[in-house]
């Protein structure tokens, strides 16, 4: 009988080799495959920051539910792999056993077509969204704490800046401060041109995004839309701070 594994982490302390990490995910299911009488397919992963990503925009388990076959049985280490989400991981489940298949979890071994134990899955994926509503709640907190001290909270550094890991502020990235002077310069040398012409300028100059690809109307948009950032001022979840960060403008 076939098996297909999916695993993920959510975090950055599940990466290490201490923790709950892919290695140890995967190591588990090969494990209670080879134990079960499982062929084992592939196991699907979702790795560093998975958490980050609604559970149906996850590339792995978006895979994972478009390889699975009529009498697979889909192996997570546990339930919670799935998703935080009560009814989310219940609409999972129902797509993996409308396609004639089993989600089987190591660590909570009840079956889905047993009503009593299917309450008692409910119960322990109630728990799991409770406990992510409770994390949630801290790091929103410390974020908080954070932006009123001009620190930057969390997420995707914007061009002009790179984050790094234990740094309280942002830190300049000189060769893309270049590039978001030049699209405020623009903008007061060509105060009608559209979006598409300035980011055709800016492609024609030999600039690039944060990620070194052509720019396009909206990523000039972006830029614009955070001039205040750019000028020293943070903001975050209605907190408003003048920024550790260096302005570029």
Partial sequence: MRALGYVRVS???QIGPDSFGLETQRDAITKYCASNGLELIRVYEDPALSGSLPALERPGLRAVLEAVQEGDKVVVPRLDRIARDL?????VEKEIRKAGAELISISEPYRWNDPTQKLLLNIIMSFAEFERSLITSRLSGGRKTKA???GYAGGK???GYRSERGDKAL??????AGTVKRVFELRNMRPDASLKKLADTLNAEGHTTKE???????QVKRIFDRRAFYEGIYRYSGVIAEGQHDAIL
């Fill in 11 to 13: 975090t950055e302390n």
């Fill in 87 to 91: 009814y989310l991981s219940l609409w």
């Fill in 148 to 150: 009123r001290q001009g």
């Fill in 157 to 159: 550094a914007p061009i």
């Fill in 171 to 176: 830190i300049l990235d000189k060769e893309k």
């Fill in 212 to 218: 070194g690809k052509p720019f396009y109307p909206m």
